[in-house]
């Protein structure tokens, strides 16, 4: 039997063997969360699509937090390359801009809902998180005359009650495969991470708003869209709605 000398060592030697073990519980536990909650293929939290047909040819560009008092400008850039659209839109700018919102259903871009006050869900209840959801698709359906099929979480963030709000509201949810971060890099720069990325079935995400804020600067984001537009289609790609890149049969 080992006298005191020789169990302190290995008392100690345990001691570090189970807290190393509990913090790498710990940190694999935060590093799942931080997928569930963001990773863009995650489905942990509601069915999740960030990437149509990889075979084809073709994309998707969506745009976040309008309509704004700039989408018009941004639709005219569309409307030159013949090119729809996405557009995931929070019920409170839809309620500001509301002649907007239906400019863009009436020139046949697609929409989607985007909460109605874009903020963060995570930490949320699952009744805060519905009410947003609900507030939203409620709006855009009586000022638009369309229902969305399609949600996107502000920031990409979801947490518990997302699937339910979806399932409830008839809602799928869809995340991207090229965020554009044209709410901080030049328009040169959020071009050319267009162009190098998109590759086929790619969901493209841009920004046609900043929150709720009201006459949101988006200026980068449309000299993006129209410098990386004739690049993408002269290399083939052909843009088509959410609904059509991921339902094609429907």
Request: glycine share 10%; proline share 6%.
């Amino acid at each position: 039997m080992p006298g005191a000398a020789g169990l302190a060592p290995t008392i100690m030697y345990n001691m570090d063997s189970g807290l190393l073990g509990v913090a790498t519980g710990v940190a694999a536990a935060v590093g799942f969360m931080g997928y569930a909650v963001r990773g863009r293929s995650s489905s942990v939290f509601g069915e999740s699509f960030y990437h149509g047909d990889r075979r084809r040819p073709v994309l998707a560009l969506t745009f976040d937090d309008g309509p704004s008092e700039s989408t018009p400008k941004l639709l005219e850039t569309l409307d030159k390359y013949h090119v729809p659209a996405t557009f995931f839109m929070c019920g409170e700018n839809v309620r500001r801009c509301p002649d907007v919102a239906r400019e863009v259903a009436a020139r046949g871009h697609e929409l989607g809902n985007h909460t109605d006050s874009h903020p963060r869900l995570d930490f949320k209840s699952p009744r805060y998180i519905y009410r947003e959801m609900a507030d939203a698709q409620t709006t855009i359906q009586e000022i638009t005359g369309v229902a969305p099929r399609w949600f996107r979480a502000p920031y990409g963030v979801r947490w518990f009650g997302v699937a339910q709000a979806q399932q409830a509201l008839g809602l799928r949810g869809v995340m991207w495969t090229v965020i554009g971060r044209d709410w901080k890099w030049p328009s040169e720069r959020v071009s050319g991470l267009l162009v190098n990325s998109a590759t086929n079935g790619s969901i493209l995400c841009l920004h046609d708003g900043r929150g709720v804020r009201s006459s949101p600067d988006i200026d980068t984001t449309i000299q993006a869209v129209e410098s990386a537009l004739p690049v993408l289609q002269e290399r083939g790609f052909q843009f088509l709605t959410l609904s059509q890149i991921l339902c094609p049969t429907n």
